[in-house]
């Protein structure tokens, strides 16, 4: 099946820093999401980007298919920003989404 | 416009039992995906479910099995409890294949 690794694992920011979190995967996929997960446990939809560059606000994510990668920026970055990013794939053929481990975030004031 | 709503939000059960997790999802959506997260983890795929059938099963026993009704909304049911399903469960429904996925605030099981 298909294999989703994010990275890094773990990162501190100081309130206002950017930040790049990345997204490899290791087969053909029909879509791509990114989610911010809060300490809740309410995954909240950030981008549905199966190809190509989304901005939203501070945020934007760059998925490009034919190298199996997407990135999400954080610029700016805010306390409210913490949290755990996901990453997940759809498999093509399929009907199952894959996430990846998560980067856990935390943005200190 | 209600998003996925999702009962109980907390569950506490004794190993052996039985459980139903019950989710209805956004209006307009009409695939409905299931997924364990365990602490400190990412969502594990349980199973889709189209049409009220089971399109597509994670790697699940089949003490894991569910339904859909024919308003969309659907139930997750585990049988025989053991302490290791205690996690978080999410429901995600979608309006179709394409597009993305809208989850549930989840249903956190405890098992003793």
């Known amino acids: 099946g298909i294999q989703v690794e994010q990275s890094p694992p773990d990162l501190i920011l100081q309130e206002g820093a950017n930040s790049t979190l990345r997204c490899n995967f290791s087969?053909?996929?029909?879509?791509l999401q990114w989610f911010h997960q809060n300490p809740w446990g309410q995954l909240i939809n950030l981008f549905y980007?199966?190809?190509g560059t989304k901005q939203n606000g501070r945020l934007s994510a760059t998925t490009v298919a034919t190298e199996r990668y997407s990135s999400l920026y954080i610029s700016s970055s805010q306390t409210t920003d913490s949290g755990v990013y996901f990453c997940?794939?759809?498999?093509?053929?399929?009907?199952?989404?894959?996430f990846g481990a998560g980067t856990r975030l935390f943005v200190k004031a | 416009d209600a998003g996925v709503t999702q009962s109980p939000t907390h569950l506490i059960k004794t190993r052996g039992q039985q459980v139903t997790l019950r989710c209805s999802p956004k209006s307009g959506h009409d695939t409905v995906s299931w997924y364990q997260q365990a602490l400190g983890q990412g969502p594990q795929f349980i199973f889709q479910?189209?049409?009220?059938?089971?399109?597509q099963r994670g790697n699940f026993p089949d003490r894991f099995s569910g339904h859909q009704f024919p308003n969309y909304s659907s139930e997750l049911n585990v049988n025989a409890l053991l302490l290791g399903d205690s996690a978080l469960y999410l429901c995600?429904?979608?309006?179709?294949?394409?597009?993305?996925?809208?989850f549930g605030s989840g249903t956190r099981l405890t098992v003793v």
């Open positions: 995600a429904s979608s309006p179709g294949r394409g597009a993305g996925y809208t």
């Open positions: 980007i199966p190809s």
């Open positions: 087969d053909s996929v029909n879509n």
């Open positions: 997940a794939v759809e498999n093509t053929g399929g009907f199952k989404t894959i």
């Open positions: 479910y189209y049409e009220e059938e089971e399109r």
